[in-house]
């Protein structure tokens, strides 16, 4: 008696085929979103070759994209998991200054590079979307703090027994009041640092030969992932991967003319 059309059988589809015959709503134009920001830069190019540039974006993602209900009249309002409250980014170049003395010495110390990345960002709120990964289930919520740590990896991540974890007692049929996302329940945040050497030897006046050293998660910083959310799992509240890649080193070569 709750859906759109409550005189015609409600319908659904499963992977795009109909699953069943009813009433059918699909590829609506009733989603919505909206995103506010202010963003700040400063660059400085300071004597002797060294350049630093800062970027801070203050941002809201907000969105109606999906429904929390079948019988909802509209998708649910919430703040998206795509949301970054806060980025920041330093990035600092710097030419050494050993251009001078004999050609062999300029050879040997002249032409090298040095460039660091360093990004701090909020971490993507977590979504709650029960026992499936496509399909928004629910949980039995009992109230009371969640005490979410997203760097928490030996043990929960999060308060479970503020959840029934019973197979038993799992809503089935249920209208679902318990949002999929919270801006104040965040996953891991993004603390990098990547930085660069870079040789260039002159051999012509346009022809050069770059040797570039890069290292990428330079501190090895780890992002952790989200916990698992499925309540009927024996992994559920567990942080069990890491979302970013381990420090990593590269050297290479290029030859411009």
Known sequence: MLTRYPEFPL????????GSGGVLEQNLNVGSSYFHSLNVRLQRRLSKGLTITGNYIFSKLMERDSWLNDTDPQPEKRISPFDHTHRGVIAVSYELPFEHGSRWSRLALGGWHVNGIYTKQTGQPLTWIGTSSTTIGDLVYFGGSINYNPRQTNSPAFNTAAFDTKTADQFAYHVRTFSTTFSSIRGDGTNELNASILKRI????????????????????????????????????????????????????????
């Open 202 to 257: 002159e051999i012509r006046e346009k022809t050069y030969f770059q040797l570039r050293f890069e290292c990428f998660n330079v501190m090895n910083h780890p992002t952790f992932a989200f916990p698992n959310v499925a309540p009927t799992n024996s992994a559920f509240g567990l942080i069990t991967a890491q979302s970013n890649r381990s420090r990593s080193v590269q050297l290479g070569g290029r030859f411009v003319f």
């Open 11 to 18: 319908g659904y589809t499963n992977g795009g085929f109909t």
